[in-house]
T-cell receptor, first 113, second 115 residues
Framework: KQEVTQIPAALSVPEGENLVLNCSFT??????LQWFRQDPGKGLTSLLL?????REQTSGRLNASLDKSSGRSTLYIAASQPGDSATYLC????????????FGRGTSLIVHP | SAVISQKPSRDICQRGTSLTIQCQVD?????MFWYRQQPGQSLTLIAT?????????ESGFVIDKFPISRPNLTFSTLTVSNMSPEDSSIYLC????????????FGPGTRLTVL
């Protein structure tokens, strides 16, 4: 059974710092990995999707990498801003046809001015 | 991409009552998923809503407690029945993308508080 772990569980940083959020998974037979952002009490917004054949994806100040063999993904946030404050969730979808991903518990990020 | 709306966005309910949550998608989709997110926790899949057949429930969730309707390819409802304070959660509707990437999309969520 796939297990997804996110470290750290919480992070508080001053504005302007570059951040790395970690996601690890136990079964490397994945179809894709998706990073989401969730604001308090709200739904999930998709940030980046990495297919199993890809190594990284970039969108603006965000860069997500995938090392399938070691079961790891990182989300890099450059020049963090207070508006980046949210919970970041990693979701791994297994290969084999299932549409149902396994979610980590998230990293709660606070960026203070 | 898929645009998903949910109603209500939030509600406060009394113990023992029921609440029906609606999910509307802007395109036709085969599967719709209902998730629960308890305070401070990650997402737990409740069930998969299939058009034209009964929903498929995950372990620990039963139809009597969480009846689901799926009348067409763009709409679904989830009812939380005979509520207790333990049902206080965010309930999220989700659909898989239709493109090759199969990105997953979520609705804005329904924040339920049971007193």
């Amino acid at each position: 059974k796939q297990e997804v772990t996110q470290i750290p569980a919480a992070l508080s940083v001053p504005e302007g710092e570059n951040l790395v959020l970690n996601c690890s998974f136990t079964d490397s037979a994945i179809y894709n990995l998706q990073w989401f952002r969730q604001d308090p009490g709200k739904g999930l917004t998709s940030l980046l999707l990495i297919q199993s054949s890809q190594r990284e994806q970039t969108s603006g100040r965000l860069n997500a990498s995938l090392d399938k063999s070691s079961g790891r993904s990182t989300l890099y946030i450059a020049a963090s801003q207070p508006g980046d404050s949210a919970t970041y969730l990693c979701a791994v979808r297994a290969s084999g046809g299932s549409y149902i991903p396994t979610f980590g518990r998230g990293t709660s990020l606070i960026v203070h001015p | 991409s898929a645009v998903i709306s949910q109603k209500p966005s939030r509600d406060i309910c009394q113990r023992g009552t029921s609440l029906t949550i609606q999910c509307q998608v802007d395109s036709q989709v085969t599967m719709m998923f209902w998730y629960r997110q308890q305070p401070g926790q990650s997402l737990t899949l409740i069930a998969t809503a299939n058009q034209g057949s009964e929903a498929t429930y995950e372990s620990g969730f039963v139809i009597d407690k969480f009846p689901i309707s799926r009348p067409n390819l763009t709409f679904s409802t989830l009812t939380v029945s005979n509520m207790s304070p333990e049902d206080s959660s965010i309930y999220l509707c989700s659909v898989p993308g239709q493109g090759r990437d199969n990105e997953q999309f979520f609705g804005p969520g329904t924040r339920l508080t049971v007193l």
